[in-house]
């Protein structure tokens, strides 16, 4: 039997239903789309949000602080290799020079990167001597360790974390640091080598007197900031020094040495042992005190 056929007017009566369904679930789907877009929008504009708001928070956070006893981005040497204290500065923030000497004390001042092969041969040469020196109260020494040569350690950026390293020692074992100073000369590894890692640091700064605070310091490169700026003050010229002679614009390369203000430019010869003379050295700091030759 077959079944009835609609009449016409059914026929367009059930057209209009089945086009307003369609109408309808188009319209569904076309607000429910609309919806999801909106949504990712959203999610994409707090993601933008977000990430320029950390941007802006790091670009204005205040700087971290500098080591103390480092105020002149160096450390200040007198007798008894006691440590002269200064308060910290911000990392960022232009050195101020270090307290002055009593009259006849000489004051000599050193820039050094400890992967400088040419720093420890005047270390060598001349380190008796200093030490005889600050032994006598005829001078201070105040050590600027800086990092020019980061790239030159197979990627473990060791000049940078020895100076660092450094400032560690600075902060909390003052009194150590030219002890430390010393082993990181007398154990320098090669230019192009890995260097030192952080535990053999934290070894030779606790040999050279440095407590337990130094290990999450040198671990954590908690003066990495401020090794790099002290750096860029040096070489281009921020630098404070007592009566500073105004030639000395600044650091072009280590070691640099500065008596009483007035830089010094040692004689080198590579092929002789030592490299450096240490009565050119002597001559000059009895002429920074006005000792007559």
Known sequence: MNAQ????????ELAREKAQKMRLAGSSREKRNRIFVQLGLGVLALAVIGALTAVILTAFQPAGPGPLNMQSDGI??????????????PSDASPVASPANDAGVVDITLY???????CRQFEEANKEAIADLLARGAATIEIHPIAILTNRSQGTQYSLRAANAAACVANDYPDSFLNFHNALFDNQPQEDTPGWTDEELIGFATQSGA?????ACINDLQFEDWVKASTERAISGDI???NKD???????????????GMQFNPSYDPTATPQFSVEEFLRAVLTAAGVQQ
């Open 5 to 12: 056929r609609p009449s016409r007017n059914e026929a367009r």
């Open 112 to 118: 050094v990167d400890y992967l400088c092969p040419i």
């Open 211 to 215: 407590g337990p605070k130094v290990e």
């Open 246 to 260: 105004k030639k000395f614009e600044g650091v072009t390369g280590t070691p640099t040495i500065v008596i009483n």
């Open 240 to 242: 404070a020094i007592n």
């Open 76 to 89: 200040k040497i007198s007798t008894g290799n006691v440590a002269v204290p200064t308060p910290a500065n």
